[in-house]
């Protein structure tokens, strides 16, 4: 069965150091990955999305990168928090572009 | 943009009250998706729907798929606790969004007991 992993659960970062959060999918190849980050109380942002290796579409300019060096793995970089980064950060993958998306258990960010 | 709205925002609900929130699209959809996501977790999937028209159960809830394929809606019938929590409907990007996956703001329920 297909499982993903995120990680850390809980991060607290002062500002202006860098970031790097991963996720990886097990039990499945080739699929859509995503980054979501959700501000409290508010819905699902879509920061980023990938459909293969190297292949990475921004839906948000910002200082945040993502990159994609494994079929299986997705990581969401900054060289520099700002405190509006603070949020819960949540990864997904999916089987294709439409089918449904399964997510991680998440990473709470706060920058100080 | 392609965009996915949902309403209302909030909803507070007596226990054993019906809930419902409303997803439209601004593109038609080749389907449409419904997520859970309890306090403090993370969005979980409940149901995808294909057909226009399509209407699907699972114990009390209720989701509905519009004929022209832009709107849906899910239906709880007399809410209780378990049911708190934030509603998001998603359908999947197309053209310039292709491979993307776009979700509406989401629905939060409070039920008072």
């Known amino acids: 069965s297909q499982t993903i992993h995120q990680w850390p659960a809980t991060l607290v970062q002062p500002v202006g150091s860098p970031l790097s959060l991963e996720c990886t999918v097990e039990?499945?190849?080739?699929?859509?990955l995503y980054w979501y980050r959700q501000a409290a109380g508010r819905g699902l942002q879509l920061l980023f999305y990938s459909v293969g290796i190297g292949q990475i579409s921004s839906e948000v300019p910002q200082n945040l990168s993502a990159s994609r060096p494994q079929d299986r793995q997705f990581i969401l970089s900054s060289k520099k928090l700002l405190l509006s980064d603070s949020g819960f950060y949540l990864c997904?993958?999916?089987?294709?572009?439409?089918?449904?998306?399964?997510f991680g258990q998440g990473t709470r960010l706060t920058v100080v | 943009g392609q965009q996915v709205m949902q309403i209302p925002q909030y909803q507070h609900v007596q226990e054993g009250e019906d809930f419902t929130t409303y997803c439209n699209s601004s593109t038609t959809l080749s389907n449409i998706q419904w997520y859970k996501q309890r306090p403090g977790g993370h969005p979980v999937f409940l149901i995808q729907l294909v057909k226009s028209g399509e209407v699907k159960k699972q114990k009390r809830l209720t989701f509905q798929f519009g004929e022209a394929k832009k709107n849906s809606s899910l239906h709880i019938t007399a809410t209780q606790t378990t049911d708190v929590g934030t509603y998001f409907c998603a359908g999947p990007g197309y053209g310039g969004s292709q491979g993307n996956l776009i979700f509406g703001k989401g629905t939060k329920l409070s039920v008072k007991p």
């Open positions: 997904a993958w999916a089987n294709d572009w439409n089918t449904e998306a399964f």
């Open positions: 039990g499945t190849s080739n699929p859509n």
